[in-house]
């Protein structure tokens, strides 16, 4: 067996957000046993730190694993990523937004928007407008952003007043519209790359035991975390629909469209509206000064 076949992603470039454990972190590490230059991208200097040991040890001395550290809650700082990004590196072959929150008591950030649409939402909406140039350079690139089958409920508000509404807010409905937009970000820039060798793809991986909750989190939503936990699945197993869409070759095929299980799945009729994806691409475009 040749070296190629056993690190077929050698001289790519791939991004991981949220990759400090669970998902995120197997994903940045089979990607980089697969060959591929790997930025990970966390909140805790620490949890980073061992992350990228742990990649490391798992994919060989010769693994390049890169780390940075950002609050992607925080647009200043998706900027700033962006920015050293540019920096550091002439092309973008893989990018991964998979960092979310499972949202807690209602939390605004300081630059005034709710914290669970400000990191699962925003933040993949910026960071992958910001990033274009490097994936345009990248001879063929994928976009792979982690949703939910709770997009199903989720309903986008399009006054950002009453997303910031402390009597409107429920963690439920927060993070469910977060998701729901996550859909339909994906769709539109799909729709707006279709000319190019840029894919976009969205995936929801399963009910995955992971550390989704923030200290936070409603003590309903934890007990009914704990009561689950028995069904879920482990994060190797909920990490292969997202390295599925940023590394398998039969893959390369799709664009614009919501995965579950390798497979393609039906959404939300909301999710599959082209004129939803619009106006959220206008509302988004809006809330955070970019196109």
């Known amino acids: 067996m040749s070296s190629d076949s056993l690190r077929p992603l050698a001289g790519q470039t791939a991004l991981v957000t949220g990759a400090t454990s669970g998902i995120g972190l197997v994903t940045a590490r089979e990607l980089a046993r697969q060959g591929a230059r790997v930025v990970l991208v966390g909140r805790d200097t620490e949890k980073a730190a ?3 040991e742990a990649i490391q040890q798992a994919a ?3 693994a390049a694993v890169h780390v940075k550290c950002f609050d992607l809650s925080l ?3 998706v900027r700033t990523l962006a920015e050293q990004m540019q920096q550091e590196f002439s092309q973008l072959d893989i990018l991964v937004n998979n960092a979310g929150i499972m949202p807690g008591r209602f939390t605004l950030t300081d630059e005034g928007h709710e914290l669970s649409w400000a990191t699962n939402h ?6 992958t407008n910001l990033l274009l140039p490097l994936l345009e350079a990248a001879k063929r690139a994928r976009v792979v952003t982690v949703s939910s089958v709770a997009h199903w409920v989720g309903e986008i508000e399009p006054e950002q007043e009453a997303r910031n509404s402390p009597e409107k807010y429920s963690w439920l409905t927060a993070y469910a519209d977060s998701k729901l937009a996550n859909i339909l970000f994906t769709k539109e820039l799909a729709h707006r790359l279709d000319l190019t060798s840029i894919t976009a793809n969205c995936l929801h991986p399963g009910m995955v035991d992971t550390a989704l909750m ?3 989190t409603s003590a309903v939503m934890k007990a009914m975390w704990w009561m689950a936990r028995p069904l879920m699945i482990a994060p190797e197993k909920g990490a292969e629909t997202t390295l599925f869409l940023a590394a398998a070759p039969e893959a390369a ?3 614009g469209q ?3 299980g390798r497979r393609i799945a039906r959404c939300s009729d909301r999710a599959s509206s082209s004129t939803e994806a619009s106006r959220l ?3 988004s475009a809006e809330e955070t000064g970019i196109e």
């Open 214 to 216: 923030r200290a936070d």
């Open 60 to 62: 060989g001395p010769a």
């Open 122 to 127: 925003l933040a993949p909406y910026a960071l």
């Open 258 to 260: 919501y995965i579950t």
């Open 253 to 255: 095929r799709l664009n």
């Open 50 to 52: 061992r992350a990228q």
């Open 75 to 77: 647009l200043r700082n």
């Open 281 to 283: 691409w206008r509302i």
